[in-house]
């Protein structure tokens, strides 16, 4: 047998038991016993304090209250078919929206590789997207205008007041002109650089991409400051500088610049993560591009 009718299914009981005319029969059509079937209308007449049915020796009757509760019952029971189509579709992703924010390199392979494949298999729901760095998503979680965001930090601090999920350790590499010195190389130690200065998007190095290779003693010579990552390109192209282009960017390096990679035992890594708030169910349409994130991140992985 189906299990008892919940408060708002007594309706669906009671238009039930209306049209069939008979506790047997609506028994038999929602898969109940019958006496389960009168306790649900006893109780419903216990609540409205009056006989919605009068029992006949072949089956039951509306008596006049049953008769002027029918109406509002068959229009609750249409909200209910509404409400469940509408819950229907947001758990197959039929409807539903998706708000989501990303640093500016993540915007350049994993956020829109993502996207692509969410969007081919759930084209119904809404996607908006939102532009900036790390800390304007963070607010914007917090203040709820966001659902997820891809955050990155290089310091090893944490971020709080957020839920994580790691997608990726990302490493970097120099940029240089076509030019220079080393644009030739396979690899390059931070040391060999001391005397390079440095486009960044700062002039303090522990608010940069250079911040873990701090720790090693490392004390770049900061020149000008760019914190489009584009922008830094083109600088670095014009021989002013040289620069850090993280992993997730260098698809879209220009032509005219060399990317080096770092020995593994002075290259930064950015640690790379989805951002969700914290305490608050995910929706399933989050839920499910958060599984693309994952897959396309394992693509774009070192």
Same mark, same amino acid.
């Given at each position: 047998?189906?299990?008892?009718?919940?408060?708002?299914?007594?309706?669906?009981?009671?238009?039930?038991?209306?049209?069939?005319?008979?506790?047997?029969?609506?028994?038999?059509? &929602?898969?109940? *016993?019958?006496?389960?079937?009168?306790?649900?209308?006893?109780?419903?007449?216990?609540?409205?304090?009056?006989?919605?049915?009068?029992?006949?020796?072949? !089956? #039951?009757?509306?008596?006049?209250? !049953?008769?002027?509760?029918?109406?509002?019952?068959?229009?609750?029971?249409?909200?209910?078919?509404?409400?469940?189509?509408?819950?229907?579709?947001?758990?197959?992703? +039929?409807? /539903?929206?998706?708000?989501?924010?990303?640093?500016?390199?993540?915007?350049?392979? %994993?956020?829109?590789?993502?996207?692509?494949?969410?969007?081919?298999?759930?084209?119904?729901?809404?996607?908006?997207?939102?532009?900036?760095?790390?800390?304007?998503?963070?607010?914007?979680?917090?203040? /709820?205008?966001? +659902? &997820?965001?891809?955050?990155?930090?290089?310091?090893?601090?944490?971020?709080?007041?957020?839920?994580? =999920? =790691?997608?990726?350790?990302?490493?970097?590499?120099?940029?240089?002109?076509? !030019? =220079?010195?080393?644009?030739?190389?396979?690899? %390059?130690?931070?040391?060999?650089?001391?005397?390079?200065? $440095?486009?960044?998007?700062?002039?303090?190095?522990?608010?940069?991409?250079?911040?873990?290779?701090?720790?090693?003693?490392?004390?770049?010579?900061?020149?000008?400051?760019?914190?489009? $990552?584009?922008?830094?390109?083109?600088?670095?192209?014009?021989?002013?500088?040289?620069?850090?282009?993280?992993?997730?960017? *260098?698809?879209?390096?220009?032509?005219?610049?060399? %990317?080096?990679?770092?020995?593994?035992?002075?290259?930064?890594?950015?640690? #790379?993560?989805?951002?969700?708030?914290?305490?608050?169910?995910?929706? =399933?349409?989050?839920?499910?591009? &958060?599984?693309?994130?994952?897959?396309?991140?394992?693509?774009?992985?070192?």
């Amino acid at each position: 047998m189906a299990a008892m009718p919940t408060a708002h299914s007594l309706y669906e009981v009671f238009l039930t038991v209306a049209r069939l005319a008979s506790f047997t029969a609506a028994a038999r059509a &929602l898969g109940y *016993t019958q006496s389960a079937v009168s306790r649900q209308i006893q109780s419903l007449e216990d609540e409205w304090g009056t006989p919605l049915f009068d029992r006949l020796p072949r !089956g #039951v009757r509306l008596t006049e209250a !049953g008769h002027v509760l029918l109406p509002h019952a068959e229009a609750l029971g249409e909200r209910l078919r509404t409400a469940r189509a509408e819950l229907d579709a947001l758990r197959s992703l +039929d409807r /539903g929206r998706l708000r989501v924010g990303a640093f500016s390199t993540a915007d350049a392979a %994993l956020l829109p590789r993502a996207l692509a494949a969410f969007r081919a298999r759930y084209p119904a729901v809404t996607v908006t997207r939102a532009e900036g760095s790390s800390g304007r998503h963070l607010a914007l979680l917090a203040a /709820g205008d966001l +659902d &997820l965001a891809v955050v990155g930090t290089a310091s090893g601090n944490p971020l709080d007041d957020v839920t994580l =999920h =790691h997608l990726l350790d990302e490493r970097m590499y120099v940029a240089l002109p076509l !030019g =220079h010195r080393f644009a030739g190389r396979d690899c %390059l130690r931070l040391a060999e650089l001391a005397e390079e200065e $440095w486009i960044a998007a700062s002039t303090r190095p522990e608010e940069t991409l250079m911040s873990t290779a701090l720790a090693s003693g490392f004390r770049p010579r900061m020149g000008f400051v760019a914190a489009d $990552w584009i922008a830094k390109q083109g600088f670095v192209a014009a021989g002013l500088g040289i620069t850090l282009v993280p992993a997730l960017a *260098t698809s879209s390096a220009r032509p005219d610049i060399t %990317l080096i990679a770092l020995h593994p035992e002075d290259a930064p890594r950015r640690r #790379v993560y989805a951002a969700t708030p914290p305490g608050i169910s995910p929706s =399933h349409a989050v839920t499910a591009f &958060l599984d693309r994130l994952r897959e396309e991140a394992a693509r774009l992985a070192p």
